[in-house]
């Protein structure tokens, strides 16, 4: 199965009621799971979710130097296109911050 990585960075001061978006194409239908990496210094000073019309894939995620995994997934996306959308906040006054997404296709 294909996964694609991406990378989805909040600018800092970007508030929880008014949050940074940005969406992706998916090149195939089939989503089979969602990997994040929450790279060491975001101190849990921002969070994101991810979604897709009609889902919410993954919601709250945040932490430091650690993972987050979906699980199986196997979610037809409506399309085409196919597309997932990202959506997040920072509170640090001082770093943009940047999550790895890792989205793999049946």
């Given at each position: 199965m294909?996964?694609k ?5 909040i ?5 929880q009621q008014?949050p ?5 194409n998916?090149?195939?239908?089939v ?6 990496e ?14 897709t019309?009609?889902y919410?894939l ?7 130097k650690?993972?987050k ?8 996306l409506?399309?085409?296109p196919?597309?997932v959308?990202?959506?997040?906040y ?10 790895i997404v890792e989205i793999?296709t049946?």
């Amino acid at each position: 199965m294909p996964f694609k990585s991406y990378e989805f960075t909040i600018p800092k001061k970007t508030a929880q009621q008014s949050p940074y978006r940005q969406t992706v194409n998916i090149a195939r239908p089939v989503l089979a799971s969602i990997n994040v990496e929450i790279p060491e210094g975001h101190k849990g000073l921002a969070a994101m979710n991810i979604t897709t019309p009609g889902y919410v894939l993954m919601d709250g995620i945040r932490g430091d130097k650690t993972s987050k995994q979906s699980g199986p997934l196997n979610i037809e996306l409506f399309g085409p296109p196919y597309n997932v959308t990202f959506e997040g906040y920072n509170t640090d006054d001082f770093l943009s911050h940047t999550f790895i997404v890792e989205i793999q296709t049946s």
